[in-house]
């Protein structure tokens, strides 16, 4: 299934849909005069990340994938790997990291560095053995090595992180650190809802005009805050499209500093965009931000319909390419509704 949607890149998914946007605009089937735009988070198909989770990732991984090598070649890995041990320790710490009990904390700390030394003794065993297997004639053994040599880096990553915290003392900060080894692009994401303050994913800008048709979307491979979001929606349409709109809606959180909200004022007839909260009893912002919220009704049919709640693609280029398929098939059901076919 990966190679099923590597198949066609992300920019040709973004071609497909300016396109198929292009022709719609051209048949008059939609109007790209008044936008609205939001972002939402598509989430990576991981579990949550623990330190101990994420070094018992490790350690099974490159266990697996050495006792791949050795069936294939003795010599290649001579070394015990102790599993049974090592998930028994990170069920202790998931187990009891909870504790009110002093002593069963103590206990956590000191299971916890040891389970740290064990994986960064198997991972300095990994390092021989994709060194050893890639100057090694066996084809077999060597595509062993590419695989694990693909997880090293976020490998060494997890474990590095936790050793600052558990030895150290130290506070990681979240640029440092790495929720999953099977997919190291995912960001951590504070939206700030009661239900799910924070999602393991992406961030998606969506552009929509009147007919619910997406004019536009942007997978972003780094989280940006919203309030610098509007201006890129603007330069976008006016690159795809040829011309300015002459209104656009966002939220509140969309509002970007003084300056580039009257540059933004300058450039559309109508920014439906409030800046303070009072800004809300004007009659005419309550109207647009009404219209605005249609968006998220949109978003709610992309992730139940669509499938876009959660990517279950490995890397991110098949991440982008999941998400642009989305918006595909969205725009084609709307286009299909709105022409009567």
Request: proline share 3%.
């Amino acid at each position: 299934m990966n190679k099923a949607y590597g198949a066609i890149r992300p920019e040709t998914w973004e071609t497909i849909n300016h396109v198929l946007g292009l022709g719609a605009v051209v048949d008059e089937v939609i109007s790209i005069e008044h936008l609205r735009a939001d972002t939402t988070v598509t989430e990576c198909n991981i579990h949550w990340p623990t330190d101990s989770s994420l070094l018992w990732d490790t350690y099974r991984v490159i266990a697996r994938e050495m006792s791949r090598g050795r069936r294939i070649d003795p010599l290649s890995c001579q070394w015990r790997f102790h599993v049974k041990k090592i998930k028994n320790m990170e069920f202790f710490i998931a187990r009891y990291s909870n504790s009110t009990s002093k002593k069963r904390l103590r206990q956590v700390r000191h299971v916890m560095k040891t389970l740290i030394v064990r994986v960064e003794e198997v991972l300095e065993k990994a390092s021989c053995f994709v060194a050893w297997a890639k100057r090694s004639a066996c084809l077999e053994l060597m595509d062993v090595a590419a695989v694990l040599g693909g997880y090293l880096p976020a490998m060494r990553q997890v474990a590095a992180v936790a050793r600052r915290r558990a030895f150290d003392g130290e506070k990681v900060p979240n640029c440092d650190k790495v929720f999953s080894i099977f997919e190291p692009h995912a960001e951590l994401i504070m939206r700030g809802r009661r239900s799910r303050p924070v999602e393991f994913g992406h961030k998606v800008l969506l552009t929509q005009s009147k007919e619910k048709f997406i004019t536009d979307y942007v997978v972003l491979e780094e989280n940006r805050g919203d309030e610098e979001l509007l201006p890129v929606v603007l330069d976008r349409h006016e690159e795809k499209y040829g011309r300015r709109p002459e209104s656009v809606a966002a939220d509140k959180g969309f509002c970007p500093d003084a300056d580039t909200y009257e540059e933004l004022q300058e450039r559309v007839d109508y920014l439906g965009m409030p800046r303070r909260t009072r800004d809300f009893g004007d009659a005419m912002m309550a109207v647009w931000q009404q219209w605005r919220a249609g968006i998220e009704g949109t978003i709610s049919c992309l992730k139940r319909a669509f499938r876009l709640a959660r990517c279950c693609f490995r890397g991110f280029n098949n991440f982008a390419s999941a998400v642009g398929s989305a918006v595909f098939c969205h725009n084609l059901r709307i286009l299909a509704k709105t022409s009567g076919g």
